[in-house]
């Protein structure tokens, strides 16, 4: 069974304050990762994705992905209240399993 | 803006109903996924199809539970007959490849009274 594990939460960050949040996956496998924000009541929707190890920036986000420890994180600079959302953790499968496992999230609030 | 539309958003029905939830998946994308969504378990993958074939239903309960593309433009997720505990929302999802950026259409929110 392929499991990704997030920290519930929830997460309270000052506005403007880094908002650090981690995922960890159980198959060594895994090729692709997704984080996705979704807010009460909304749906899913993408945010970054990462396939190499390392960081990668966009605006205010940046994932980090380190395969050898199975870890992924998701750094938001300068937090915004309208950051204030559910971050679901995605890995997909290597080879042909192309299946994508959420993990149950992150509930982060940004205190205005 | 080019998104993945889904009817009805939400269905209130009693056990034993039939329920049919349908999703057209942005235009040109050529893998559908229908996931159910709850507190208690998240985000679950319950099929997926591509090139409208269906290759993975193991997370669907098959005995009430069957998903079908009869078009390119259309996916349905049939129950029947339903029962509360599959009360949930229902997302689906389609995307250019399995392996790229899924797509999630509003979802369905099912109560089964």
């Known amino acids: 069974q392929k499991e990704v594990e997030q920290n519930s939460g929830p997460l309270s960050v000052p506005e403007g304050a880094i908002a650090s949040l981690n995922c960890t996956y159980s198959d060594r496998g895994s090729q692709s990762f997704f984080w996705y924000r979704q807010y009460s009541g909304k749906s899913p929707e993408l945010i970054m994705f990462?396939?190499?190890?390392g960081d990668k920036e966009d605006g205010r986000f940046t994932a980090q992905l380190n395969k050898a420890s199975q870890y992924v994180s998701l750094l938001i600079r300068d937090s915004q209240p309208s950051d204030s959302a559910t971050y679901l953790c995605a890995v997909n499968g290597g080879g042909s399993n192309y299946k994508l496992t959420f993990g149950k999230g992150t509930l982060l609030t940004v205190n205005p | 803006d080019a998104r993945v539309t889904q009817t009805p958003r939400h269905k209130v029905t009693e056990m034993g109903q039939e329920v049919t939830m349908r999703c057209q998946p942005i235009l040109g994308h050529n893998t559908v996924f229908w996931y159910r969504q709850t507190m208690m378990q998240g985000l679950e993958l319950l099929a997926y199809?591509?090139?409208?074939?269906?290759?993975?239903d193991s997370g669907m309960p098959k005995d009430r539970f069957s998903a079908e593309m009869p078009d390119a433009t259309l996916a349905t997720l049939k129950i029947q007959p339903s029962e509360p505990r599959d009360s949930a929302v229902y997302f689906c999802?389609?995307?250019?490849?399995?392996?790229?950026?899924?797509?999630f259409g509003p979802g369905t929110r099912l109560t089964v009274l």
């Open positions: 999802a389609s995307g250019p490849t399995e392996a790229d950026t899924q797509y």
């Open positions: 199809f591509r090139n409208r074939a269906p290759l993975d």
């Open positions: 990462i396939y190499s190890n």
